[in-house]
């Protein structure tokens, strides 16, 4: 039983050059059964999680060693899966696309990590942090899932600390910890501008003592293209050797995907330029339903771009909202330096609209903030892109070798980016795509909708609803590697075996990927990949971006399946498919992005109400502020792939414990 | 932002090799139009999109954050690992720092426990193996105390976080006259062997992470001082004197 949705008047579908879907009569989506059970267990929310702890079936410790885990990405959910179910004694392979798996992309996350330790005494608790993120995310994430990330947060950090992992400490040699932004208490832990390296590098050590230990198999320069489904599960991968060329088999008994975040759909982001959709994508190709894909978080404090060579954005680390303030000037097209714009000319407009957050309002609404002064003509820097982050308060309040303590690297990268002194005149900022709160949706034992497959970090929906709260998603990539996942998938394993792995279905998809290659190798056009992914993340910003309509977005589902028909028809990759190829390598990720931008659009359309990072321009209130649609939105989109378009499966979010409110940071 | 109207004009010599066993050669493009504002990798991007548009080859280079943070990039431009901007990986140098009209060459990193795997892309799975021999501090996900219970002093925690900097980047190797990896592989067991944590394993450590070393086929240490010159992330010298300190004291 399915109703139809969303006709798009008479347009007609493009052809489907690629064998890869394309709409069939004009018509978006079709909905299907609401998701009932995500296998929470009942009862108080602080007993959820050791009750299923407890009656998570445990494998037999001399059967471990014959189980087989593969584990694609290597970053902070994959790195510290891998390493702790080697640690259990599973038999793991190990999958990244860099030439290490020290190098995945969580080793950029700058400023901290959330954990409900309360060593400071103010006022923080699991409770609060709880709370805190199910209301930051708007109402639109798992009450039950983010009970535990709370829980779960505090064992992170002694994880990390016996790791090793040098967070900054304070004199009496205890750590120090930071507020970060939307939340009042100091509940970060940090080290220094590079949390994310220090704790990758703690859980890579950790992976590697595995690998010493024969545990884990590591396959760097490997590229996950497919996933192997036998008899309806999760049973293997099909990776190509990205030196040779060469498109392996790899089988096992589970499969956790630990792919990252898909931000680069939008070309120019933050994320580092190997981050791509395709491992997901596959898999949801193969059955697992896609949750909230819309969902993307715009970052406010990242350097604007500078010209149209640009390559990608980068993150100047929230905490700077600590100390910086955010201010354009009250004239329209004034374009004196800063130096000149006395003080009553200029518009601490975050402190002005937000007097109790001031500059440490939430991601989304600080991004919104910056694009509404630009729109209003009030930008700074060329083209009018960029809003002023100004230190002369804090270095005047502080010193200068305070605020060089606590904020010098960044302040030498963006002064090596941009060639000007953040010391002597602020900081040119502008909102960026940064994290993508959408994934491959997961039940509460972070198991996809395919049996045996499972997706933590970045890559599943999970825990951030509809906006994650900064330093959140190092503690989610670790709550799950180390602490969720480990559980969860030994109750599957325990349930099995499930038997031979069937021979046709991995040979059809070893040559699906093949023929993908071929495809892609023997077009033979006029532009390259970068080129078309550079158009497809242009018309995602401005169609699919900061602030979406009905109309930019049934725009973008008209221009989406024309560009991807034109680059099937005319893409130029060249060299080999045997050999060490990056122009392949990213054509292949450049195909995937297409199908899924196209997704992101119809769920963003879909979903008429605003909430966290959608922000839907039809639905705000009276100050322009997000406003959200319960009685209709309340639920969870996931989306399953079919044929003749997307199929709409609703889980409905209940809230016993964090009374459903408009968000207000005033 | 700098105001430089027009671009720049620049001759790039690149070494080009087909895999392992290709012989190689250096190679002359020209480029032009060169904003000072483009990132080093972004001037090569340009190229390599007119390269692939010809139908040539791109150039092969690696890497991925383009932030400084990640160690995948690393070229040796104009004779220096990672340029001759101090304290900045390949992919954080920027085009103002070269002057209009400037011939560049660009090779990868040269050291036998690094083989070349193509053009710019060489192997630094060494490091890896480096790190797998005990580059860790022991403890399975689940048993750890709290994160209060062992307090640390400041300088302590400083000073190790200073050495766990290090991005495994491997320019210090390309620098070094005898191709030794000591940077590395003393930034490492400074950065456990100062923690309480790291006490336990500390002796073992040193032995195994020096002897692994070795067996990768890196060069001895001689002082010379080129690998910390060119360290993006500043890994100071005596990092070394503690790491031989480390591995005599478990030699005894
Ligand atoms: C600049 C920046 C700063 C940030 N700062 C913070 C912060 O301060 N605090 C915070 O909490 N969060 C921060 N975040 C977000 C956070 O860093 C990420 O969400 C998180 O690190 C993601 O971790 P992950 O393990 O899910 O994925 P990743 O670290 O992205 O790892 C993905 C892994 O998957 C592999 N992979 C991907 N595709 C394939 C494929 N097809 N085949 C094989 N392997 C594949 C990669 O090789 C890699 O190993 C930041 C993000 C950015 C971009
Ligand atoms: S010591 Fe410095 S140069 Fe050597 S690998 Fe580490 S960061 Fe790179
Ligand atoms: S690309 Fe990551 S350090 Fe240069």
């Known amino acids: 039983m399915s109703k139809r949705n969303e006709r798009a008047g008479e347009q007609s579908t493009s052809a489907d050059v690629t064998g890869e879907g394309g709409r069939v009569g004009g018509v978006f989506y079709t909905e299907g059964e609401p998701i009932r059970d995500t296998k929470a267990p009942e009862g108080p929310i602080e ?8 009656s998570a079936k445990l494998v037999n410790p001399a059967n ?61 608790s699991i409770y609060r942090l709880f709370y805190d993120t199910v209301k930051g995310g708007d109402f639109r994430a798992r009450e039950s899932n983010v009970y535990r990330l709370a829980q779960v947060s505090v064992n992170i950090i002694d994880q990390a600390v016996a790791q090793g992992v040098p967070f900054a400490r304070e004199y009496g040699g205890l750590l120090d910890t930071r507020s970060f932004g939307g939340a009042q208490v100091s509940r970060t832990f940090y080290a220094r501008g590079q949390t994310g390296q220090q704790l990758l590098l703690g859980a890579y050590q950790a992976l590697e003592r595995q690998i010493a230990a024969g545990t884990v198999k590591m396959h760097t320069r490997h590229e996950m293209l497919d996933l192997i489904v036998s008899d309806g599960r999760a049973r293997g991968v099909i990776v190509r050797d990205m030196v040779t060329g060469e498109i392996e088999r790899h089988l096992a008994d589970a499969v956790v995907l630990a792919t990252g975040g898909y931000g680069n759909v939008f070309f120019l982001s933050t994320n580092a330029k190997g981050c791509n959709t395709t491992a997901i994508w596959r898999a949801h190709r193969r059955g697992a339903y896609f949750g909230n894909p819309c969902y993307t978080q715009i970052h406010p404090t990242c350097i604007p771009v500078s010209g149209d060579y640009q390559s990608k954005l980068t993150l100047m680390s929230e905490s700077l909202r600590n100390d910086g303030r955010v201010w354009v000037p009250v004239k329209a097209g004034d ?89 002597t005149q602020p900081m040119r900022i502008y909102p960026a795509v940064h994290y993508t709160m959408g994934g491959l949706w997961v039940d509460y034992d972070l198991q996809s909708t395919i049996p045996g497959l499972f997706v933590i970090g970045e890559a599943n929906f999970s825990d951030h609803g509809a906006n994650r709260l900064g330093a959140s998603a190092l503690m989610q990539g670790l709550a799950d590697g180390y602490f969720v996942l480990p559980t969860t998938i030994g109750d599957y394993l325990a349930n099995g075996p499930y038997g031979e792995v069937d021979e046709e279905a991995v040979a059809e998809a ?27 993340g242009r018309l995602m910003w401005d169609y699919c971006g900061m602030e979406r309509t009905e109309e930019s977005l049934r725009k973008a589902l008209e221009r989406i399946p024309e560009l991807r028909e034109e680059f099937w028809e005319n893409v130029k990759v060249s060299g080999q498919a045997e050999e060490l190829n990056q122009a392949l390598e990213r054509a292949g990720r450049v195909a995937d992005f297409f199908d899924l931008a196209e ?66 940071y005033k | ?61 690696d890497h991925d954050c383009r932030e400084g943070i990640c160690g995948m990039c690393g070229m040796v431009i104009n004779g220096v690992a990672h340029g001759e901007q101090v304290a900045t990986t390949t992919c954080q140098l920027h085009m103002r720092h070269f002057e209009d009209n400037a011939v560049i060459t660009i090779e990868p990193w040269r050291a036998a426990p690094f083989p070349v795997v193509k053009d710019l892309v ?49 320019a210090c190797v390309a620098a070094c006259p005898n191709g030794s990896a000591s940077l590395f592989t003393a930034a490492k067991i400074t950065h456990l062997s100062l923690l309480p944590q790291g006490q336990p394993e500390r002796d073992s450590r040193a032995k195994a992470m020096v002897e692994q070393m070795d067996a990768e086929g890196f060069g001895g240490c001689t002082n010379t001082g080129e690998c910390t010159a060119v360290c993006p992330k500043g890994i100071p010298l005596d990092t070394i004197a503690r790491m031989n300190r480390d591995y005599l004291r478990a030699s005894k």
């Open chain 1, 47 to 54: 007993d959820r999680w050791e009750k299923r702890k407890f």
């Open chain 1, 64 to 124: 471990k060693r014959k189980l087989h885990v593969i584990v694609v990405g290597t970053g902070l959910a994959g790195g510290s899966a891998a390493a702790t179910l080697g640690e259990l004694g599973y038999n793991v392979t190990s999958f990244c696309y860099q030439d290490s798996p020290r190098r995945a992309h969580s080793i950029a996350a700058q400023g901290g990590i959330n954990a409900a330790k309360n060593y400071r005494g103010d006022g923080d």
């Open chain 1, 335 to 423: 374009t004196r330096p800063a130096a000149e714009i006395p003080e009553e000319e200029r518009d601490y407009y975050l402190e002005r609209i937000y007097p109790a957050f001031g500059n440490l309002v939430p991601r989304d609404i600080a991004s919104r903030a910056a694009k509404n002064v630009c729109d209003e003509g009030r930008g700074v820097g060329p083209g009018g892109l960029g809003v002023y982050l100004d230190f002369a308060d804090a270095i005047r309040r502080l010193g200068r070798d305070a605020v060089e303590k606590k904020y010098g690297n960044l302040f030498e990268m963006y002064e090596r980016i941009t060639g000007e002194d953040p010391y």
């Open chain 1, 510 to 536: 070893e040559t699906a990927v093949r023929s993908k290659i071929d495809k892609l190798l023997s077009v033979n056009g006029t532009r390259t990949a970068d080129s078309y992914h550079r158009e497809l």
């Open chain 1, 599 to 664: 997704l992101m659009c119809i769920d963003a359309l879909h979903r008429t109400e605003s909430c966290g990072g959608h922000f839907r321009a039809e639905s705000q209130d009276a100050d322009g502020e997000a406003l959200r649609d319960d009685e209709n939105f309340a639920y969870v989109a996931a989306w399953e792939y079919g044929e003749q378009g997307p199929i709409l499966h609703k889980e409905a979010l209940d809230y016993e414990y964090v009374k459903m409110s408009q968000r207000s």
């Open chain 2, 1 to 61: 932002m700098s105001e430089r109207a027009k671009g720049m004009n620049l001759t790039l010599k690149v070494w080009r090799q087909n895999g392992p066993q290709d012989k190689g050669r250096m190679v002359t493009y020209r480029v032009e139009d060169v904003s000072p504002d483009m990132s080093f990798l972004e001037m090569l991007d340009v190229l390599n999109e007119r390269l692939i548009l010809e139908g040539d080859d791109p150039i092969a280079f």
């Open chain 2, 122 to 170: 060489v192997d630094r799975s060494a490091f890896d193996r480096i790190i797998q021999a005990g580059g860790f501090i022991s403890v399975p996900a689940g048993s750890a105390p709290d994160a209060h219970s062992v307090p640390v002093k400041k300088v302590d925690a400083d000073a190790a976080f200073d050495a766990a900097t290090c991005i495994g980047c491997g």
